[in-house]
């Protein structure tokens, strides 16, 4: 890609950041041209911002002879980028203020041209109403919210609200430009679920299951640079994606259901890939030497004790997933994992799992004939109870799985 780029900077220490990109695209030839606030010339100088790039930073709304600039410099630029993009900043944008260059620039912007945010904050910020309800006004708008990490943020506090490192809002936006080069279908909207449950038996014990998440991971990647948009809801301690989808963790059984429920309701979604490990119990309650205690009253359950776990029956989350929806034609794609199973004793756990769910699609794996260390992965596919096609690899699988839905959502 070569690009004329206009490059702005609000106010954040990750701004430092953002001087690494600015270079990465500098030096790739593209021409860069970038804007900063008075905040971010607080953090990272105006010589640094020129030596970059080779050209003047513009940062006064009422600078002499460059009285028109929030217009020129809009229809210079190939596409614009706000990072790092603070919740002062994306909250004036979205109330349309202009009382400073980059809200200038903003309301003068040419929505036929990219406009992309990387966000920058505080997680307390982040998670704000204002904050939350100025994103999904923007983006309703055109403008393409990246997503945040997750981490330890520079206040000292753990949780979102990360800049993204600069490859990953490098890889963002290039994919876009390349997603662009090859619309041979239109973007999906994707929520993809990985990772296995964890049951809480006490403040530090849990039952869980051996599901990595890595299928999942791998799914997201592959539609994320397909150019959908996808979220991962996985288990807290599951495989992360490389590329910068959004993602929600969960806990235990009742965390991913009650997430489901908000993450569905709330948005439109295509497809639901419902990937993620679910536990069929949870922990009622503990039996210590007779006495009956629930896993939230115990800390820590001590060693010398009589101890019993008495196990409640979870529902099927996937039987509720349409009802979930906000969106109530949302394509379900199920997995069923078996062991050691026979073709006949697989076709029929599939055929179980359709008549209590709604799923349109299942895919039928064998713990036998998963090998992630050789690539293995051998899967049967089923639209209904018809058995479409059988794979043998993990990418095989993901790409079958691809043309089913758009296929679907082409011909409803």
């Known amino acids: 890609m070569k690009a004329k ?20 695209w500098v030096q790739e030839g593209n021409e860069v041209q970038t804007v900063a606030s008075a905040a971010a010339l607080k953090f990272v100088g105006a010589s640094t911002l020129e ?5 003047p930073v513009y940062h006064d709304l009422f600078e002499p002879g460059k009285q028109m600039a929030h217009i020129d410099l809009v229809k210079w630029a ?30 003068a912007h040419d929505f036929t041209k990219p406009y992309f945010a990387a966000p920058a904050m505080n997680t307390a910020m982040y998670d704000h109403p204002a904050t939350r309800e100025s994103l999904r006004k923007l983006a309703s708008w055109g403008v393409h ?9 520079a206040c000292g506090d753990e949780g979102q609200g990360k800049l993204l490192e600069p490859d990953l809002v490098w890889e963002s936006v290039e994919q876009y430009f390349a997603n662009l080069k090859r619309p041979d279908r239109k973007p999906l909207r994707l929520l993809i679920t990985s990772g296995g449950t964890e049951e809480p038996i006490d403040g530090v014990r849990s039952i869980t299951n051996s599901s990595s998440g890595q299928t999942g991971a791998r799914f997201a990647d ?12 996985k288990a807290e301690r599951a495989i992360a994606p490389e590329q ?11 965390d991913l259901d009650n997430q489901l429920k908000g993450i569905l309701g709330r948005a439109h979604y295509d497809a639901v890939i419902h990937l993620a490990a679910v536990s069929d119990y949870s922990v009622d309650h503990i039996l210590i030497d007779g006495r009956k205690v629930t896993p939230t009253a115990v800390g820590k359950l001590s060693s010398g004790h009589e101890i019993s776990l008495n196990l409640a029956p979870n529902h099927k989350i996937v039987d509720r997933l349409r009802h979930y929806s906000l969106n109530r ?14 073709e006949k004793e697989g076709e029929r756990a599939v055929l179980d799992l359709l008549r209590h769910s709604s799923a349109d699609f299942v895919v039928h794996n064998d713990l036998s004939g998963v090998d ?3 690539g293995k992965h051998v899967a049967s596919l089923y639209r209904g109870a018809a058995l479409t096609e059988r794979v043998t690899t993990k990418d095989a699988l993901i790409q079958s799985v691809e043309s089913l839905l758009v296929t679907s959502l082409a011909n409803p």
Do not use: M
């Not at 592959?222 to 809801?233: A, I, K, P, S």
């Not at 993602?247 to 059984?253: E, G, H, I, P």
């Not at 034609?329 to 069923?336: G, I, M, P, R, T």
């Open 5 to 24: 780029i206009l490059f702005k900077l609000s106010g954040s220490i990750a701004c430092y950041k953002a001087c690494n990109l600015i270079s990465r």
């Open 51 to 55: 030596g970059l790039t080779g050209k």
């Open 78 to 107: 190939d596409f614009s980028l706000l990072c790092p993009a603070t919740a002062n900043t994306l909250n004036k944008l979205a109330h349309g203020l202009g009382d400073d260059l980059l809200g200038s620039l903003f309301l």
């Open 145 to 153: 919210i990246l997503p945040t990490g997750k981490g330890r943020l």
């Open 222 to 233: 592959y539609f994320f640079n397909r150019g959908d948009e996808v979220t991962l809801l």
């Open 244 to 254: 910068p989808v959004e993602v929600v963790d969960f806990t235990s059984f009742d």
């Open 329 to 342: 034609s949302v394509l379900v794609v199920a997995f069923k994992l078996t062991q050691n199973a026979s």
């Open 372 to 374: 992630p260390e050789n």
